[in-house]
Every structure is written in structure tokens, then in C-alpha cells.
């Protein structure tokens, strides 16, 4: 079992989450940053949902908090650090507001322990997203592909910043149908897509060269994309 402490290190703690995210989309999202080896969805309402995520390195969490306000299905997310929060206040909090059962109740101290134990004891490792996308698309030749991920903390946040996670894509989209409908938004450094699951449900990273035209990028959510409405 990892130690709580140094676990909470590399855990991250999300709020404000659309109550139509998924585990799917939460490992795809944060898959950006580095090795998934644990999600754990609090239990929640009908408005909002919240979760720890947890990483292999302290690194890779860090390199998550930057994502904090960036939306995520129409949604600013908040990234706080689990380091140093109270996780058996906030995980008894979120199950007593959902089942309207005491915060001493046998049931929500179960509940609690059972989130506790998962996040000392992670049950699945998910690679960083660099290394799951099928398909890249350099739109500008003079773009070197990138190997591997940025080292420093500011190339890092820069390249977070210029980067928006497309979801709901339908399964036959191109790259570069997904190119022409950011076009108005800027220039484009590259595409990455991949098709995940039984039902083809295809997600893409889409990089551009400013921040700029990433934000004008976040603002078409809702759009439609051949039949669907990307988010």
C-alpha cells in the first residue's frame, strides 16, 4: 500500500465537474499530463460532480493543475492539489449530500474508507495520451513533431494553454475536417486523434500557436461537426 501522504502528492482533487463527464473522459482529459494509475468519482448530484486523480509521479500532477478552468464538456473544471486536504472530510461531505445519510452513519463511514482505500491502492494504469493517440497530423511542416513530453514548467503551461480537448467527435471525422472547422480560430499546430471503445466514440487534442486561438477555439463548444455536437 502507497503511503497517504506521498499518494496525496501525486493526487489531484476536481470539482465543477458536468454531471456528463465520464471516467472515459476524465482519463482522456488528464491523460495529457502523464500516467493515470487511479480515478475515483465522488458520489454526487444532478448539477455537479467532483474526483480525485491520481498519477504515478508528483510531476505529473503538478503539470495537472494547470489545467484548473479549463472547460471540459462546456464546463471550467477546478485542479486543486489533494496534498494537504482533508480526504475523509471532503469524501464523507460529497456522500452525505448525495444520500442525505449522517456523516457518523455506518454507511457513509464505509463509503469513505472504500474511497480512501482506492486511492492508496490504485487499480488501473493509464499511459500518457502521446502514447495511446493513433494518429497525428502536423498541419505545418516546419512543426517538429514532438517525441516526448516538454521538461520545463513554463513550456509546459504554455503548450496546456494551447491546447483544446475536443470530445463527442463523430467516429468518421477527419483531421482534417476537424482542422477546417478551427481554422477561423487561428492557426493550427497540429491534431491528434483517437478512436476509443466498442462504440467508436472518437475524442481529439487540438494545438494551436497562441493561446488566443485556443480561448476563440473553447468557444465553440456546442458547435456542430458533421452531425454532432462537439464539446
Do not use: W
Request: charged share 15%; hydrophobic share 40%; glycine share 6%.
Amino acid at each position: 500500500m502507497a503511503d497517504p501522504q506521498e499518494a496525496s502528492k501525486r493526487t489531484l482533487y476536481v470539482t465543477q465537474i458536468s454531471p456528463d463527464v465520464s471516467e472515459e473522459n476524465l482519463k482522456q482529459f488528464f491523460g495529457f499530463c502523464g500516467t493515470i494509475v487511479g480515478i475515483t468519482i465522488l458520489p454526487g448530484n444532478t448539477d455537479t460532480k467532483s474526483c480525485f486523480v491520481q498519477f504515478s509521479k508528483k510531476g505529473e500532477a503538478d503539470t495537472g493543475l494547470l489545467l484548473t478552468d479549463t472547460p471540459l464538456l462546456g464546463r471550467q473544471i477546478k485542479v486543486v492539489s489533494a496534498a494537504g486536504l482533508d480526504l475523509a472530510s471532503i469524501t464523507a461531505g460529497a456522500i452525505t449530500a448525495n444520500t442525505g445519510a449522517a456523516a457518523t452513519s455506518a454507511h457513509t463511514l464505509q463509503q469513505t474508507a472504500n474511497v480512501l482505500a482506492s486511492i492508496s491502492q490504485p487499480s488501473f494504469v493509464v499511459k500518457p495520451i502521446a502514447q495511446q493517440l493513433s494518429t497525428d497530423l502536423y498541419i505545418n511542416s516546419n512543426v517538429v513533431p514532438k517525441q516526448a513530453p516538454v521538461q520545463t514548467a513554463q513550456s509546459i503551461a504554455d503548450e496546456v494553454a494551447r491546447t483544446v480537448y475536443v470530445g463527442n467527435l463523430n467516429p468518421m471525422v477527419s483531421a482534417q475536417e476537424i482542422m477546417d472547422f478551427f481554422a477561423p480560430c487561428g492557426n493550427l499546430t497540429y491534431v491528434r486523434m483517437r478512436t476509443q471503445g466498442e462504440q467508436q466514440d472518437r475524442f481529439a487534442f487540438v494545438e494551436f500557436e497562441t493561446q488566443e486561438a485556443s480561448a476563440a477555439a473553447m468557444r465553440m463548444s456546442g458547435g456542430i461537426l458533421l452531425d454532432r455536437s462537439i464539446r
